[in-house]
């Protein structure tokens, strides 16, 4: 297949990658850490600055230590579940990297889950041990009355920090923020675990590295739990080679960082797909500092990271870097050492960037990616961005428009884009039609509407999902809210299409203001000027707050679901 | 009235507030502070124009001998106090301007105080020994200092310092407010109103006259409350301790019965506007993103 795109990768990028360069994420781990040794590799820093340091050597030990309690004390076999729960923080790669020199399979589960959703997860993935924060251990009674759970470990944000901060930071969550509770179910606490699995090391009877010899590239790494767009939460199978071959794909476009040197802020969760691969995985290989931010909200939690640390890289969200660009204290002092931002997850906004690049003076690279690609397919190559697009797709991947029949489209033509490469995953864990319909003769289908540039830049036109149907014409929420984004008084915004008896459907907008006296009139008269009349909002309903996901991507299908109600309840009445 | 113990209290808490506070700042906060003359001109203009104004009115217009008179103008011409940081949190203000403006206020407070405070001293004539005000305020610097080498040497230390400094600093509040009152009943119940006027007045009238001046310059009503806090809580435990440096004997308790007044009345009023405030901020509040975690 041909790949135009190639000809916009630096000099020193490879268009294809051969070879894997570890047979399996355990053996990425323990290389990377012989390399980089006492240097840093993971600080969490707190909202106060409070913070705690793991040496590579340190997350190496710690992490085999626990991989040999999980398969001495706990029993686990190569190939069981290990849930983790857990928001940024010390535990999480101290964790993830255990299970996968256990050679057991990780389990991201969202700390904010309410028990009803954590047992869906834990029924259908079936975990034999979990470690879970003590702020979320409250719902465990609840959650695991489906699937029994036989080890259950505990850990805590302040956990692996030095004794005095550990002790606030344990004491206010205790006593003032009163979000710890009891732990009603056994457990173990984590640090107990670790010095259990040391000890059973240290009597010699199992040599490093023993588990990993028998893990396969092919063999699952992570269950990645993914709501797709059905609703329906399924467990996307990413394999050893799927997660390695996708961060180094990722890192071979990134170019300009240097090894060992980087500071990289890490403001998402780490157990959404896109911080994983490129950050937890990505950065460590890389041999970068990972400064870890356990929750980013409010943005001032931020603060003390930008002003403690040389932060050289981050990773975000179009709604982080908007967020951002609006609080006082990052327009005063923007990251003096930042060399570029990378975003994903959501489409990121023209404007948004835009504002981002003049404040900071770097680009914000854009990338492209879903849980089932391990995440990223496309990038923008640094020194040719290209705005409105998701970039090129990495090396060894091929992308294609395709139409209703499956066949490609014509050149500019929008079409459902596919990807096919090493990143994408083996199939949705115990779900064989699901995975029918995804891949289709090897070929991932995304959902995402696109069109592809004659040199090979893509542009994702909106959700297959999302498209709103205007007497005929296709409107895409995207091109409106972008629209919407450039204007001043207005914060955010989301666009769905509502049922309209005369047009079939009709485009309606949900604003957050920033300027409180915006009208209704001022906004139509606004869309007016950039957009052509039928996609121009009929509808525009003031609001506080939009439904976001737990990565801050507006949830359009939440706003649907309320409209819904609220139709067939005007219907009944 | 102020007995030696809790004169040494009183020099500790001090010492350790501006420690704390020093931990949470950093060089680029007054760089910053510089280039925003704005918000430094309505913090110096509200600290060493509205508030010893107010106390030289109060002192020149109430019935009180010499050193009282002396007590309120030392008292209205202190810096900021750190509790506005505190009130200013609850009254979900911008804490970091209420941050900002005590530390500019008591770092500018070296050259503004003995200046101001000698300046209204003459218009009443009397006497006011400046040399120990300045070796004293120069002194107070010391501990910020080592709070902000600290930070720069240990960001754990630094937000440890941070942390425990507001917390012994509320536990000190506390303990001299419990221990000082059953103690000092006598003067509570002997002391006039006009001192209690002077005293209490000069708080209220600061609230007022803040959140006046920042309404009228159009600031958003996070900062008008900042403000006003910022304006009417002073350094009371500062006073108390540039007095025990400065005057000596009987005197120097009779001029210490306006700030030891002020410290006491100035907790209750600011709690009360701080429930004001707290029902009044209701749309004006500044909508944070979220869905991030």
Same mark, same amino acid.
């Given at each position: 297949?041909?790949?135009?795109?190639?000809?916009?990768?630096?000099?020193?990028?490879?268009?294809?990658?051969?070879?894997?360069?570890?047979?399996?994420?355990?053996?990425?781990?323990?290389?990377? @850490?012989?390399?980089?040794?006492?240097?840093?590799?993971?600080?969490?820093?707190?909202?106060?600055?409070?913070?705690?340091?793991?040496?590579?050597?340190?997350?190496?030990?710690?992490?085999?230590?626990?991989?040999?309690?999980?398969?001495?004390?706990?029993?686990?076999?190569?190939?069981?579940?290990?849930?983790?729960?857990?928001?940024?923080?010390?535990?999480?790669?101290?964790?993830?990297?255990?299970?996968?020199?256990?050679?057991?399979?990780?389990?991201?589960?969202?700390?904010?889950?309410?028990?009803?959703?954590?047992?869906?997860?834990?029924?259908?993935?079936?975990?034999?041990?979990?470690?879970?924060?003590?702020?979320?251990?409250?719902?465990?009674?609840?959650?695991?009355?489906?699937?029994?759970?036989?080890?259950?470990?505990?850990?805590?944000?302040?956990?692996?920090?030095?004794?005095?901060?550990?002790?606030?930071?344990?004491?206010?969550?205790?006593?003032?923020?009163?979000?710890?509770?009891?732990?009603?179910?056994?457990?173990?606490?984590?640090?107990?675990?670790?010095? @259990?699995?040391?000890?059973?090391?240290?009597?010699?009877?199992?040599?490093?590295?023993?588990?990993?010899?028998?893990?396969?590239?092919?063999?699952?790494?992570?269950?990645?739990?993914?709501?797709?767009?059905?609703?329906?939460?399924?467990?996307?199978?990413?394999?050893?080679?799927?997660?390695?071959?996708?961060?180094?794909?990722?890192?071979?476009?990134?170019?300009?960082?240097?090894?060992?040197?980087?500071?990289?802020?890490?403001?998402?969760?780490?157990?959404?797909?896109?911080?994983?691969?490129?950050?937890?995985?990505?950065?460590?290989?890389?041999?970068?500092?990972?400064?870890?931010?356990?929750?980013?909200?409010?943005?001032?939690?931020?603060?003390?990271?930008?002003?403690?640390?040389?932060?050289?890289?981050?990773?975000?969200?179009?709604?982080?870097?908007?967020?951002?660009?609006?609080?006082?204290?990052?327009?005063?002092?923007?990251?003096?050492?930042?060399?570029?931002?990378?975003?994903?997850?959501?489409?990121?906004?023209?404007?948004?960037?835009?504002?981002?690049?003049?404040?900071?003076?770097?680009?914000?690279?854009?990338?492209?990616?879903?849980?089932?690609?391990?995440?990223?397919?496309?990038?923008?190559?640094?020194?040719?961005?290209?705005?409105?697009?998701?970039?090129?797709?990495?090396?060894?991947?091929?992308?294609?428009?395709?139409?209703?029949?499956?066949?490609?489209?014509?050149?500019?033509?929008?079409?459902?884009?596919?990807?096919?490469?090493?990143?994408?995953?083996?199939?949705?864990?115990?779900?064989?039609?699901?995975?029918?319909?995804?891949?289709?003769?090897?070929?991932?289908?995304?959902?995402?509407?696109?069109?592809?540039?004659?040199?090979?830049?893509?542009?994702?036109?909106?959700?297959?999902?999302?498209?709103?149907?205007?007497?005929?014409?296709?409107?895409?929420?995207?091109?409106?809210?972008?629209?919407?984004?450039?204007?001043?008084?207005?914060?955010?915004?989301?666009?769905?299409?509502?049922?309209?008896?005369?047009?079939?459907?009709?485009?309606?907008?949900?604003?957050?203001?920033?300027?409180?006296?915006?009208?209704?009139?001022?906004?139509?008269?606004?869309?007016?000027?950039?957009?052509?009349?039928?996609?121009?909002?009929?509808?525009?309903?003031?609001?506080?707050?939009?439904?976001?996901?737990?990565?801050?991507?507006?949830?359009?299908?939440?706003?649907?679901?309320?409209?819904?109600?609220?139709?067939?309840?005007?219907?009944?009445? | 009235?102020?007995?030696?113990?809790?004169?040494?209290?009183?020099?500790?808490?001090?010492?350790?507030?501006?420690?704390?506070?020093?931990?949470?700042?950093?060089?680029?906060?007054?760089?910053?502070?510089?280039?925003?003359?704005?918000?430094?001109?309505?913090?110096?203009?509200?600290?060493?124009?509205?508030?010893?104004?107010?106390?030289?009115?109060?002192?020149?217009?109430?019935?009180?001998?010499?050193?009282?008179?002396?007590?309120?103008?030392?008292?209205?011409?202190?810096?900021?106090?750190?509790?506005?940081?505190?009130?200013?949190?609850?009254?979900?203000?911008?804490?970091?301007?209420?941050?900002?403006?005590?530390?500019?206020?008591?770092?500018?407070?070296?050259?503004?105080?003995?200046?101001?405070?000698?300046?209204?001293?003459?218009?009443?004539?009397?006497?006011?020994?400046?040399?120990?005000?300045?070796?004293?305020?120069?002194?107070?610097?010391?501990?910020?200092?080592?709070?902000?080498?600290?930070?720069?040497?240990?960001?754990?230390?630094?937000?440890?310092?941070?942390?425990?400094?507001?917390?012994?600093?509320?536990?000190?509040?506390?303990?001299?407010?419990?221990?000082?009152?059953?103690?000092?009943?006598?003067?509570?119940?002997?002391?006039?109103?006009?001192?209690?006027?002077?005293?209490?007045?000069?708080?209220?009238?600061?609230?007022?006259?803040?959140?006046?001046?920042?309404?009228?310059?159009?600031?958003?009503?996070?900062?008008?409350?900042?403000?006003?806090?910022?304006?009417?809580?002073?350094?009371?435990?500062?006073?108390?301790?540039?007095?025990?440096?400065?005057?000596?004997?009987?005197?120097?308790?009779?001029?210490?019965?306006?700030?030891?007044?002020?410290?006491?009345?100035?907790?209750?009023?600011?709690?009360?506007?701080?429930?004001?405030?707290?029902?009044?901020?209701?749309?004006?509040?500044?909508?944070?993103?979220?869905?991030?975690?």
């Amino acid at each position: 297949m041909e790949r135009p795109w190639t000809s916009f990768y630096g000099p020193s990028v490879r268009a294809e990658i051969d070879e894997l360069p570890f047979r399996n994420l355990g053996d990425l781990v323990s290389h990377t @850490a012989s390399v980089y040794g006492e240097a840093a590799a993971f600080t969490v820093c707190l909202p106060n600055g409070m913070n705690g340091t793991l040496s590579f050597r340190q997350v190496d030990e710690m992490s085999t230590a626990l991989a040999a309690y999980l398969r001495e004390v706990a029993g686990l076999q190569q190939g069981d579940r290990v849930a983790l729960q857990a928001p940024n923080g010390l535990p999480f790669p101290v964790v993830a990297f255990g299970v996968f020199k256990a050679g057991c399979v990780l389990v991201n589960v969202n700390p904010l889950y309410t028990a009803e959703e954590m047992a869906k997860q834990f029924a259908d993935s079936k975990p034999s041990a979990l470690v879970i924060v003590d702020m979320f251990a409250d719902k465990l009674p609840e959650a695991l009355k489906g699937h029994h759970i036989p080890t259950v470990i505990v850990t805590r944000v302040a956990e692996f920090m030095p004794s005095l901060p550990k002790m606030i930071v344990g004491a206010v969550q205790k006593y003032w923020d009163k979000t710890i509770h009891p732990v009603d179910v056994a457990h173990i606490r984590l640090p107990d675990a670790i010095a @259990a699995g040391a000890a059973r090391r240290d009597e010699g009877k199992i040599g490093a590295g023993s588990y990993t010899a028998s893990v396969d590239p092919d063999d699952i790494a992570c269950l990645q739990y993914t709501g797709g767009t059905t609703g329906v939460s399924k467990g996307a199978m990413l394999s050893h080679r799927n997660i390695i071959m996708n961060m180094a794909q990722t890192m071979e476009m990134i170019s300009g960082v240097k090894k060992g040197e980087e500071v990289a802020l890490t403001a998402l969760p780490m157990y959404h797909i896109f911080a994983f691969t490129v950050n937890l995985i990505g950065f460590y290989w890389l041999g970068a500092r990972n400064i870890l931010i356990p929750n980013p909200r409010p943005l001032s939690n931020l603060k003390r990271a930008f002003e403690n640390y040389k932060i050289t890289w981050m990773s975000g969200v179009n709604t982080l870097f908007n967020g951002l660009s609006s609080e006082v204290w990052f327009l005063d002092t923007p990251p003096k050492h930042l060399k570029f931002a990378s975003a994903g997850g959501m489409a990121l906004q023209k404007a948004v960037a835009e504002r981002w690049e003049e404040i900071t003076g770097k680009p914000v690279l854009e990338g492209y990616g879903l849980t089932e690609s391990s995440p990223v397919i496309t990038f923008n190559p640094l020194g040719r961005t290209r705005s409105n697009s998701i970039g090129v797709p990495v090396p060894s991947t091929d992308v294609a428009c395709l139409d209703a029949g499956g066949k490609p489209v014509a050149q500019g033509e929008a079409g459902e884009l596919a990807a096919r490469g090493p990143q994408v995953m083996l199939g949705y864990w115990n779900r064989p039609e699901e995975t029918e319909k995804a891949i289709r003769d090897g070929w991932l289908l995304t959902g995402d509407i696109a069109t592809m540039d004659a040199d090979g830049y893509f542009r994702i036109v909106d959700r297959k999902k999302d498209m709103v149907l205007v007497s005929g014409f296709n409107v895409y929420p995207n091109e409106i809210e972008d629209c919407l984004a450039a204007h001043p008084g207005i914060v955010e915004s989301a666009v769905i299409g509502v049922p309209d008896g005369a047009s079939g459907e009709a485009v309606k907008a949900y604003v957050v203001r920033r300027d409180p006296a915006l009208t209704v009139e001022d906004v139509r008269a606004y869309c007016k000027l950039h957009l052509t009349g039928y996609k121009v909002p009929r509808l525009v309903e003031f609001r506080d707050d939009l439904p976001k996901s737990n990565v801050g991507k507006i949830l359009r299908k939440d706003l649907r679901a309320e409209q819904e109600t609220r139709t067939s309840e005007a219907a009944s009445a | 009235m102020v007995g030696p113990l809790e004169q040494a209290i009183l020099a500790l808490m001090i010492f350790v507030i501006m420690l704390g506070m020093g931990a949470s700042l950093t060089p680029r906060d007054f760089a910053l502070a510089l280039k925003r003359p704005y918000g430094l001109f309505i913090g110096v203009a509200s600290q060493y124009g509205f508030m010893p104004f107010i106390a030289f009115l109060l002192a020149i217009s109430l019935p009180v001998p010499d050193p009282i008179k002396i007590g309120i103008l030392i008292m209205g011409c202190m810096p900021g106090g750190t509790t506005s940081n505190i009130f200013t949190y609850f009254s979900k203000g911008n804490l970091a301007l209420s941050v900002l403006m005590t530390v500019n206020s008591t770092v500018f407070g070296v050259v503004l105080i003995p200046l101001v405070l000698v300046l209204y001293a003459g218009a009443l004539d009397l006497q006011i020994p400046r040399e120990n005000i300045i070796v004293t305020l120069v002194l107070l610097l010391v501990p910020v200092a080592i709070g902000m080498g600290l930070r720069k040497l240990n960001a754990n230390a630094g937000a440890v310092t941070e942390f425990l400094g507001s917390l012994l600093a509320v536990i000190f509040i506390l303990f001299l407010i419990v221990s000082w009152i059953p103690r000092n009943w006598d003067f509570l119940t002997t002391t006039t109103w006009a001192t209690y006027f002077g005293a209490i007045g000069l708080g209220v009238f600061g609230f007022a006259i803040g959140y006046g001046f920042a309404t009228l310059l159009k600031l958003h009503p996070r900062n008008a409350r900042t403000i006003a806090l910022e304006t009417g809580i002073q350094n009371g435990p500062l006073a108390i301790a540039i007095i025990a440096f400065t005057f000596s004997g009987t005197e120097a308790q009779s001029v210490m019965a306006v700030p030891a007044l002020y410290s006491l009345f100035i907790v209750m009023t600011s709690t009360m506007l701080t429930f004001w405030f707290r029902r009044i901020n209701n749309a004006g509040e500044q909508k944070l993103p979220d869905g991030l975690l």
